[in-house]
């Protein structure tokens, strides 16, 4: 192991000096930079600097420093290539075995409060990443590490054998390029941000993984649960667990479906339970009781073993309502601590605590076969001043609120969509049929005799009178829909006939 080199050049300290101490146990000269190089002197472990290395100062505030071909030689020399072995005696260059370098804090230096652009710019690291990709291209012969929890592997192979095992570093060099490509897409991703740009050419996403799953949709399917880097306070990937085992895909997935819903609800306290990805009731109310009260009430059979989310803090009085039934999982803001001690008589209900703000997320990503489709965020709102009256009678104060708590509702189920409430809480909901009708038909029958005096909303427009028809049978008096259908005025004919105010949103909600 003599004279073998290891260039060492961290941001992030941790373990290093105990890492560095081993390499040199075994016979590694160690090099190094910055304050690195000054964390080993007070150790008292010997370094070599980087200027020794090169001939040449560190130089424009210790932005070119390793950025030099006695660096880099050292880094790509192919050791059995007979002209390379010659040019790097010829040139008096010695080769670096092994690299141990993290990158300038990009990531933790925008999540700052009010960062400056300049400052942003300014942890930009450029020859960190250049020693990594020199480092991994090369793993043939050189050893890359980016993550202290690698160190002991490395330690342990060295010990062991004398070097790393080529399989090793062909993993570590991986894991290096995923590595300096999440940075730079980060930093692409924060300049296009700050540029205002949309859709661009070319979009790179990078994201960290919170945990392997036991299995996704179906047992069969491997599964993993992912965030973005910058994920918002109030993402669930932020999200802090109190107690029950961990999460599953569909549980996800639920939970956060149950969230978009919750943030059209930003006035009163809200209820939301959700059952494979669409509302099975939804509630607002004088207080967070309330709320759940009429979102379990809306569908008591669809809500056993759904999700529920709540925007206000959970008392005791809503944790012993919401102990009464098998939950998936509970999401709220915050628990009082005799809410807890309520919640947690049950080993398997999951318990989170997220904060209620709003999404932070611009572009929604869906994946398809060989391909990602962005759009925009559906974060429209629609309210009274939007609304265009159709129809001979003009909707009542109470029917309009009713129409527009409906209107929150509709958007977040799945096409073709039908929400139907009354009194501050859905009562009946349609969803993912294959003609309008039909999800209409689902909704009414729910409801059944509730049906009398509700308000129904459709997530797009009336294609035909049929909806309008069956609504009035069942005693719907306010519709909103968007409108634009070109028999229009078939529905509004309908609607006339039957006394219902129908209006206007002008703007479509389907979400598939």
């Given at each position: 192991?003599a004279?073998?080199?290891?260039l060492?050049s ?5 373990g290093i ?6 390499l040199?146990?075994l016979g590694f ?31 424009l ?8 071909p006695a660096v ?15 040019q ?18 990009f ?6 409060p ?13 020859g960190?990443?250049s ?27 060295l ?19 995923r ?10 991703d ?5 540029l ?28 993993a ?23 599953s ?17 930003t ?9 494979h ?17 009429k ?7 669809s ?36 809410a ?9 209900i999951?318990l ?6 709003p ?14 489709l ?63 009708v ?5 909704a ?20 035909m009178g ?5 609504a ?15 028999k ?8 006339n006939?039957a ?14």
């Open positions: 192991m004279n073998r080199r290891a060492i961290v941001s992030d300290k941790t000096d105990a890492f560095a101490a081993e040199v146990k000269e160690i090099i190094s930079t910055g304050g690195t190089k000054t964390l080993f002197e007070s150790k008292g472990i010997p370094v070599t600097g980087i200027s020794d290395v090169t001939g040449f100062p560190e130089i505030d210790g932005r070119v420093k390793t950025l030099h880099h030689s050292g880094l790509l020399s192919v050791r059995d290539s007979e002209e390379h072995r010659q790097m005696q010829e040139l008096n260059l010695g080769y670096i075995d092994l690299v141990a370098v993290n990158l300038y804090p990531q933790a230096t925008i999540s700052k009010n960062v400056s652009y300049e400052d942003a710019i300014e942890n930009i690291d450029i960190g990443p020693m990594l990709r020199s480092a991994a291209k090369n793993h043939a012969f050189v050893t890359v590490i980016v993550d202290a929890a690698d160190y002991p592997q490395v330690l342990e192979e010990r062991a054998n004398g070097d790393t095992t080529l399989d090793t570093r062909k993993k570590l060099a991986a894991k290096t390029f590595h300096t490509s999440a940075y730079d897409a980060l930093i692409g924060y300049l296009t941000t700050k205002g740009e949309t859709l661009p050419e070319r979009v790179t996403v990078t994201y960290e993984k919170v945990q392997d799953l036991r299995y996704g949709e179906n047992p069969h399917q491997a599964a649960f992912y965030k973005k880097p910058l994920a918002g306070a109030g993402s669930l990937a932020n999200a802090q667990q109190l107690h029950g085992k961990e999460l895909y569909n549980n996800i997935n639920d939970a956060n479906a149950a969230l978009q819903i919750l943030r059209e609800f006035d009163e306290p809200a209820a939301v339970a959700v059952k990805m669409n509302p099975c009731g939804v509630g607002i109310g004088s207080d967070i009781f309330n709320a759940y009260t979102a379990y009430e809306a569908d008591p059979t809500i056993f073993g759904g999700i529920v989310a709540l925007n206000r803090p959970v008392d005791a009085a809503t944790a012993a309502k919401l102990n009464e039934i098998f939950l998936e999982i509970v999401i709220a803001p915050d628990y009082a601590p005799d807890l001690d309520i919640l947690m008589k049950k080993k398997n999951r989170l605590k997220l904060p209620f703000v999404t932070e997320d611009r572009y929604l990503v869906t994946s398809v076969e060989g391909g990602m962005f759009q925009e965020t559906d974060t429209k709102q629609i309210t009274a001043a939007d609304l265009k009256v159709v129809t001979e009678r003009a909707p009542t104060e109470e029917e309009l609120k009713q129409l527009l708590f409906a209107w929150k509702v509709v958007k977040h189920v799945k096409s073709n969509a039908i929400a139907l409430a009354n009194d501050n809480m859905t009562i009946g909901i349609g969803a993912g049929q294959m003609n309008r039909g999800s209409a038909r689902i009414l029958e729910q409801a059944g005799e509730k049906a009398q005096g509700s308000a129904l909303a459709s997530d797009a427009f009336f294609p049929d909806t309008v028809e069956l009035a049978k069942y005693g719907v008096k306010a519709i909103i829909q968007p409108g634009g259908s070109i229009d005025d078939e529905s509004i004919a309908a609607a006939a006394g219902i105010a129908m209006v206007f949103t002008g703007v479509r909600h389907f979400k598939h």
